[in-house]
């Protein structure tokens, strides 16, 4: 009999592909960061329990492509900065990914907002234009021109919170409580530039960012990192805490109620 491919693996493919993963070198990407300022209600208001806004309300914008061969990824996020447990990080709303790969292994493991998108990085000479779009609207946008070279920073850790839940087949919320993850970021950078321009936050009802004013902005650059990340479950959170917040991840939050109160099957995928 052929193969039959939905069958299980052997446990020397199971090796195999655990082997393929942890020997990859490193990817770089070259992306664009913008931080701003932003108004420190509208942070503290998306932030779930137990995340805390730090000393600043601080919102980062992060779009990158990555020149994989045969499989060029653009990947960005929003996010806003955190505090949990004596740890400062970012806290993610939105990851927009241009391929499904990039988009599955980040939510299904680790608790990323991920969504399918568009990103965007163009640069032409010195002038520079990088956005992320769904559903029709580019929803951030950076433009501006690069005004010089920056020091390359040494090596740096860096933080970022997600809450990994799964929605209960019986519509009732989630699916026991959620739990709130530290991803670790081992970044390295060899090329960083400074870009003079502005931040333009466009309304979306789907990717609702134009909520967070700039403000103030602190900075625009334009480099080439690369990074690795190991996540670890900092503790379990309620759900009903976080139940206010799970629209966070869905663009129809009905889709979290679908379920009917008797269970029952209400169509099909």
Same mark, same amino acid.
């Given at each position: 009999m052929?193969?039959?491919?939905?069958?299980?693996?052997?446990?020397?493919?199971?090796?195999?592909?655990?082997t393929a993963?942890s020997?990859?070198?490193?990817?770089w990407?070259?992306?664009?960061?913008?931080?701003?300022?932003?108004?420190p209600?509208?942070?503290a208001?998306?932030?779930p329990p137990?995340?805390k806004?730090?000393?600043r309300?601080?919102?980062?914008?992060n779009i990158?492509? =990555?020149e994989?061969?045969?499989y060029?990824? #653009?990947a960005?996020? !929003?996010a *806003?900065?955190? @505090?949990?447990? +004596?740890?400062?990080?970012?806290?993610?709303?939105?990851?927009?990914?241009?391929?499904?790969r990039?988009l599955?292994?980040g939510?299904?493991?680790?608790?990323?907002?991920?969504?399918?998108g568009e990103?965007t990085v163009?640069?032409?000479?010195l002038v =520079?234009?990088?956005?992320?779009?769904?559903? #029709?609207i580019a929803? !951030?946008? *950076?433009?501006? @021109?690069?005004s +010089?070279a920056?020091?390359?920073?040494?090596?740096?850790q860096?933080?970022d919170f997600?809450?990994k839940?799964?929605?209960a087949v019986d519509?009732?919320?989630?699916?026991?409580?959620?739990?709130?993850v530290h991803?670790v970021?081992?970044?390295?950078?060899?090329?960083?530039?400074?870009?003079?321009?502005?931040?333009?936050?466009?309304?979306?009802?789907?990717?609702p960012?134009?909520d967070?004013p700039?403000?103030r902005l602190v900075?625009?650059?334009?480099?080439?990192?690369t990074?690795?990340q190991?996540?670890?479950?900092?503790e379990?959170?309620?759900?009903?805490a976080l139940?206010?917040?799970?629209?966070?991840?869905y663009d129809d939050?009905?889709?979290?109620?679908?379920?009917?109160?008797?269970?029952?099957?209400?169509?099909s995928?």
């Amino acid at each position: 009999m052929a193969r039959v491919r939905y069958g299980a693996r052997t446990e020397a493919e199971i090796a195999a592909a655990r082997t393929a993963n942890s020997a990859l070198p490193d990817i770089w990407s070259t992306g664009v960061v913008a931080v701003w300022e932003s108004d420190p209600d509208a942070v503290a208001a998306v932030l779930p329990p137990p995340l805390k806004p730090t000393g600043r309300p601080l919102v980062r914008v992060n779009i990158s492509k =990555v020149e994989l061969p045969g499989y060029p990824l #653009g990947a960005g996020s !929003v996010a *806003v900065a955190a @505090a949990h447990d +004596g740890v400062e990080g970012w806290y993610p709303l939105v990851m927009p990914m241009t391929h499904e790969r990039a988009l599955i292994g980040g939510r299904e493991v680790f608790g990323e907002p991920k969504k399918l998108g568009e990103v965007t990085v163009e640069r032409d000479g010195l002038v =520079v234009r990088a956005s992320l779009a769904r559903h #029709g609207i580019a929803f !951030v946008e *950076v433009r501006g @021109a690069v005004s +010089g070279a920056l020091p390359v920073p040494e090596p740096a850790q860096k933080t970022d919170f997600y809450f990994k839940f799964l929605p209960a087949v019986d519509g009732s919320g989630l699916e026991g409580d959620p739990v709130l993850v530290h991803c670790v970021r081992n970044e390295k950078v060899r090329k960083l530039e400074q870009i003079t321009g502005d931040v333009v936050l466009r309304e979306s009802m789907y990717d609702p960012v134009a909520d967070l004013p700039v403000r103030r902005l602190v900075e625009i650059t334009i480099g080439e990192k690369t990074s690795d990340q190991k996540g670890r479950v900092a503790e379990r959170v309620s759900a009903q805490a976080l139940l206010p917040y799970i629209h966070q991840r869905y663009d129809d939050p009905a889709h979290v109620l679908d379920g009917p109160p008797d269970g029952s099957e209400r169509g099909s995928a």
